[in-house]
């Protein structure tokens, strides 16, 4: 299935969190003006900050019809959502507080849950969002880690081993995740590969490794879940920085 891919390379973080932070505008503006509303699943840890920051002031906040944008996760950790470690609590910090989004436009995963009712619970939300057919978001943000992984779709998880062996039917599933000793609740990559854009954020000299392996190395999902990511009829973007980029 040759998938459109594309990789973007940044001289430094800053441009490319401008540049993201403007992708992210047309994107979720191109869907509004189709459709009337917008739909994002947010990538957790520390890379997408930047982006979400420059999202937050002129001319670009301003350009996004906010009222018209519904947020969403890519997976979020079993914690509060007011733990340092949340996802829910970073976007919210960083870009969610900052602008103009109804409070009923926000579907974080509850972390707090047990999880595996916080999945059954968010894929039941995405199913009533997206009318039950297939999850279409307009954009999803996603990192990679140094393993390899992304979302939080592990190396050997087995949410990880499932999508491998053609298995997983979920959209959104809970996953114990040995290399941390936690669960974690994500979604799968159904809902990710059915979505419309798909926009990877790597930045940092330490990521180089798994860039070059995920990109240019042989097919080894299990190893390297990010190589999972293939969308069905969407655009892969992969925006990368100069020293995340230094392998390829
Ligand atoms: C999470 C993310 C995870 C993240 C990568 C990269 O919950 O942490 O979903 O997949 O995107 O681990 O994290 P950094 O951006 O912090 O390097």
Redesign the pocket.
């Known amino acids: 299935m040759d998938v459109d891919t594309r990789i973007e390379k940044f001289s430094d973080p800053a441009d490319l969190a401008q540049a993201a932070a403007d992708h992210f505008a047309s994107i979720i503006g191109a869907a509004v003006r189709r459709r009337g509303r917008a739909s994002v699943a947010l990538?957790?840890?520390?890379?997408?900050k930047a982006a979400y920051r420059s999202l937050t002031t002129a001319p670009l906040a301003d350009s996004i019809k906010w009222n018209r944008l519904h947020v969403f996760w890519?997976?979020?950790?079993c914690v509060p959502p007011d733990h340092p470690d949340s996802?829910y609590r970073m976007a919210n910090d960083v870009l969610l507080s900052q602008v103009p989004l109804p409070p009923e436009n926000i579907h974080r995963m509850r972390g707090e849950e047990d999880p595996h009712a916080a999945a059954e619970e968010y894929e039941k939300m995405l199913c009533g969002f997206f009318g039950g057919a297939d999850a279409h978001f307009d954009l999803v943000l996603?990192?990679?880690?140094e393993d390899g992984?992304?979302?939080?779709l592990f190396p050997s998880s087995e949410a990880v081993l499932r999508e491998v062996q053609g298995l997983q039917k979920r959209w959104v599933t809970a996953n114990y995740v040995n290399q941390l000793a936690d669960w974690?609740v994500t979604l799968s990559t159904i809902p990710i590969n059915a979505a419309a854009h798909i926009i990877f954020?790597v930045t940092?000299s330490h990521?180089a490794k798994a860039l070059k392996r995920v990109l240019r190395g042989p097919y080894l999902p299990e190893e390297l879940p990010a190589q999972l990511i293939r969308p069905q009829k969407g655009l892969l973007l992969w925006m990368v920085d100069e020293s995340a980029a230094r392998l390829i």
């Open positions: 990538s957790g840890g520390s890379t997408p890519g997976d979020e950790r996802n996603l990192g990679l880690g992984h992304t979302a939080s974690r954020l940092g990521k």
